[in-house]
């Protein structure tokens, strides 16, 4: 992986398409992403993130302080994205229109319509890994 390019606050969907967790099922999800405390059981360690972050800052030729960039999920642990495969993260801005503040608030309510059973996960995960500034 290299020469990533983030365009439009999206990451390149050849270094980051996106991945899951395989035994997340829409049979499944109020023992799993829709239980309390589930990211927070999942969420890899910052002695594993840390490292991950500045490395693929310098694959997608990020500039700046690591500080102002999230190492995001594309899709996230709350939809059953993977905590750790390195297709499902990037180093988000953190601010700006497409920043991960915004971003957080669609995963969110993405979130809210699975668990509430008014979106299938599987459309869901779909639609915020292809493009999720249109996600919600």
């Not at 910052?46 to 995001?72: C, I, N, Q």
């Not at 608030?105 to 292809?130: D, F, K, M, W, Y």
């Amino acid at each position: 992986m290299s020469g990533c390019v983030s365009r439009d606050g999206l990451p390149d969907p050849r270094c980051t398409p996106g991945a899951t967790v395989p035994g997340i099922t829409q049979a499944n999800l109020h023992t799993t992403i829709c239980r309390s405390g589930y990211t927070r059981d999942i969420r890899p360690p910052v002695s594993f993130t840390a490292p991950l972050k500045r490395a693929l800052m310098k694959v997608y030729g990020s500039t700046g302080s690591p500080l102002t960039y999230e190492l995001d999920h594309l899709i996230p642990l709350e939809l059953g994205g993977s905590p750790t495969a390195t297709a499902n993260l990037w180093p988000e801005p953190l601010s700006g229109v497409t920043g991960a503040t915004v971003k957080d608030s669609i995963e969110s309510q993405l979130h809210r319509t699975v668990c509430q059973g008014r979106e299938p996960l599987a459309v869901a995960q779909r639609a915020i890994a292809t493009n999720w500034t249109t996600a919600h």
